[in-house]
């Protein structure tokens, strides 16, 4: 007789063989980097009759399924309730159907329909489109029912305002992770264990995601065991947030809404001196790649360098200082921080990082060797770094390798493998 351990993971198995077969023909879930939603589940049925017969979309995680050869019911949790959504064979294409009665429970998907109620009063959603928007390789726990009656804390900020939830996630870390430093290492007693400052709140509230959470934000300390200077302390005050079915375009959008915002606010006015200069902060940031810099500054074109070989060439003749666990992409970026970061006064979007130095971003789709990731400089000093975020588990495990790789070579600012936040990943 199999046991329910087997079954389990037979079941596993089947979910990573479709994912498979997405894949090669070319419908990776995990290559869909945004999703616009308009509405959320408690406010289309709170509000049935200002919705009815209005086309909308929503978003989240597929909990129950009802198949009846031409036609299905499905209920969807997003981050406010759970809706059901009625997905007919006639209202899709054939191939868009036959892939959606292989999604499973868990799933996280994108459905685009007229809201309706059925026969027996329920609102509902006619589906016109499902686009599955990430892979659910385990099994949901049985209790999980998404998120119910959450108590939540408004201040009026800006991110308020937009709809995010500012939470609280731990300060002790049982693994150093998030960001690229050398963190400060303690000891719990009661539990015998080694543990660490946290160095970014990154991982923490990526699992607030993962469960369910859709906009969060937090504001707190972090620590980083690392040199001090006018530029780095070894505590600060930083603020991170996150948004589900959004990218780093949204991100740019928002970090440059909250900048403009507080300089208002703090200041009445959009026109900073700096240093003898003048820094325009009510103009739009300016937008620019990593490679178009370092041709702007340094006059060298990394798009002609195909070889590490020639990438190591190119930096001896700069002078610049190569180690060995260096890539390309790391040689790229030292190219930037020593002719081209120093340069960027006005507000400047530096864009599309190399994978080497991103390990927790998701790969740009028309060139994997890069990720659609950011940092904005402002009077030749970051102000923040963000990307679309990686949520193939698959992929995640290898970045994650390769950065335990550069910690046994002696990269202290490596990360470590977080096999819960993988773990998490895979629902």
Do not use: W
Not at 310 to 328: G, Q, T
């Amino acid at each position: 007789m199999e046991t329910p351990e087997v079954s389990l993971n037979e079941l596993e198995k089947i979910r990573r063989e479709k994912l498979e077969n997405l894949r090669e023909n070319g419908r990776d879930p995990f290559n869909v980097t945004k999703y616009e939603v308009t509405a959320n589940s408690k406010d289309i049925i709170n509000n049935f009759e200002e919705y009815e017969g209005k086309e909308v979309s929503i978003a989240g995680r597929i909990m129950t399924k009802r198949d009846m050869g031409k036609a299905s019911f499905i209920h969807v949790q997003d981050t406010s309730g759970q809706i059901q959504s009625y997905v007919r064979k006639d209202e899709l294409t054939e191939e868009a159907f036959v892939e959606f009665k292989k999604y499973d429970i868990g799933d996280i998907i994108g459905i685009k329909g007229i809201v309706f109620k059925t026969q027996k009063g329920e609102v509902s959603i006619r589906a016109k489109e499902v686009l599955l928007l990430s892979k659910s390789l385990k099994i949901l726990p049985e209790k999980y029912h998404g998120l119910k009656d959450t108590e939540v804390r408004y201040r009026q900020r800006y991110l308020d305002e937009l709809g995010f939830i500012e939470v609280e996630t731990p300060i002790l870390h049982s693994i150093a992770g998030g960001a690229a430093a050398r963190p400060f290492k303690t000891h719990h007693n009661t539990l015998d264990m080694d543990m660490y400052l946290r160095i970014a709140p990154e991982l923490k509230l990526k699992r607030l995601i993962v469960g369910g959470f859709e906009k969060v934000y937090e504001i707190g300390r972090v620590f980083r065991n690392e040199g001090m200077s006018i530029r780095h302390n070894p505590e600060f005050t930083m603020i991170e947030l996150y948004q589900a079915y959004a990218d780093y375009e949204d991100m740019m959008n928002i970090t440059e809404g909250i900048i403009k915002h507080v300089t208002n606010k703090v200041l009445d006015k959009g026109i900073v001196e700096y240093n003898d200069v003048e820094i325009n902060i009510e103009k739009p940031f300016e937008r620019i790649s990593m490679i178009d810099l370092v041709k702007k500054y340094a006059e060298v074109d990394f798009k002609q360098i195909k070889t590490l070989e020639e990438a190591i060439k190119l930096a001896k003749e700069h002078h610049l200082e190569v180690e060995k666990h260096h890539k390309k992409g790391d040689i790229l970026n030292l190219f930037f921080e020593k002719y081209a970061e120093d340069k960027l006064i006005q507000p400047t979007f530096v864009i599309d990082y190399p994978v080497e130095i991103s390990p927790l971003s998701k790969r740009k789709k028309d060139d994997l060797d890069y990720t659609e990731r950011f940092e904005l400089f402002i009077g030749g000093r970051e102000y923040a770094n963000a990307f679309s975020e990686l949520n193939d588990p698959i992929d995640q495990r290898e970045r994650f390798k390769r950065q335990e790789e550069l910690r046994k070579a002696g990269d202290d600012e490596a990360c470590e493998i977080d096999e819960d936040f993988l773990t998490a990943l895979e629902y």
